[in-house]
């Protein structure tokens, strides 16, 4: 019994530090670990969440990168910084264009 209880709150621990890495909800996360140890393993397969203004999605590999870097550090592609993520349909567009796909005005 003693094991299972240190496992849960280690599991828990570990959660907490894991979905804040990845920009996701800690506290959730810490107590469905808490509950069930297992759920760590489900977070360590999720991917991060770009945090708004801070980082983004590359338009080639879906990989995080910072928001001011030119070259996705997972695939290498160039991304012009003045390319925004449309509002409508999440396309990258040039700033000030309206978006091919769906209309939307651009930034």
Known sequence: MSRLLIISFLAAAVAA???ERKGR???SWT???L??????LILLALPALPKPGITRRCPSCGG????????CPSCGADTPI???E??????FVSA?????ECGSPGR
């Open 17 to 19: 530090f894991v979905a």
């Open 64 to 71: 995080i990168m910072g928001e001011g870097q030119a070259r």
């Open 25 to 27: 909800d800690w506290i």
């Open 31 to 33: 107590l469905g670990a």
């Open 86 to 91: 449309c509002p409508g349909c999440g396309k």
């Open 82 to 84: 003045e390319m925004h």
């Open 96 to 100: 000030g264009t309206k978006c091919p």
């Open 35 to 40: 509950i069930f140890p297992f759920a760590l």
